[in-house]
T-cell receptor, first 114, second 110 residues
């Protein structure tokens, strides 16, 4: 069964450093998303991406965040200058063209900012 | 008022029981309603989705949506220890952004 994969599973970085989180969405999916989940809190939407551009973003997704689809299979989230409060699980998701609400999630990357 | 509210539990029931999980919401524009299951330190796994009001059944799982009451439910029949997980409701308007509930931690005791 096709699945969304994410790397690395755990990333530790120092405050102020740049990190790139990587995702490989399901191959025939055209919508891509990033969500985050701070420990003990709700899963929160960050951004959606379609046709090589951001289609929707939340107020969390400020100028320190960016997304990119550098090739036909990868989808990345970059955090330019990490803060302590960026520590969270980051989930990538993807969905088919006809069903943006049927989103399939990856296993997540745990980001720890020290 | 929170956009989506879900009792975090924990909820503990014996094996074989019928489990009822619920969410309420405030945004009447929500059209799509999803239930996800999340095991510890894993990503959410899509269980079911429903468009607008009504019921949907898939094996031991039944999802119900009552838009007039802004209330959704997930029922699990013949619950198994493997059903022990956190259950998340999620909703969307006709857009890509899913709004999640807090999640209910469920334990099925053998």
């Amino acid at each position: 069964e096709p699945e969304v994969t994410q790397t690395p599973s755990h990333q530790v970085t120092q405050m102020g450093q740049e990190v790139i989180l990587r995702c490989v969405p399901i191959s025939n999916h055209l919508y891509f998303y990033w969500y985050r989940q701070i420990l003990g809190q709700k899963v929160e939407f960050l951004v959606s991406f379609y046709n090589n551009e951001i289609s929707e973003k939340s107020e969390i997704f400020d100028d320190q965040f960016s997304v990119e689809r550098p090739d036909g299979s990868n989808f990345t989230l970059k955090i330019r200058s990490t803060k302590l409060e960026d520590s969270a699980m980051y989930f990538c998701a993807s969905s088919e063209p006809g069903g943006p609400h049927e989103q399939y999630f990856g296993p997540g990357t745990r980001l720890t900012v020290t | 008022q929170k956009e989506v509210e879900q009792d975090p539990g924990p909820l503990s029931v014996p094996e074989g029981a019928i489990v009822s999980l619920n969410c309420t919401y405030s945004n009447s524009a929500f059209q799509y309603f999803m239930w996800y299951r999340q095991y510890s330190r894993k990503g959410p796994e899509l269980l079911m989705y429903t468009y607008s009001s009504g019921n949907k059944e898939d094996g031991r799982f039944t999802a119900q949506v009552d838009k007039s009451s802004k209330y959704i439910s997930l029922f699990i029949r013949d619950s198994q220890p493997s059903d022990s997980a956190t259950y998340l409701c999620a909703m969307s308007v006709w857009s890509q952004k899913l709004v999640f509930g807090q999640g209910t931690r469920l334990t099925i005791n053998p």
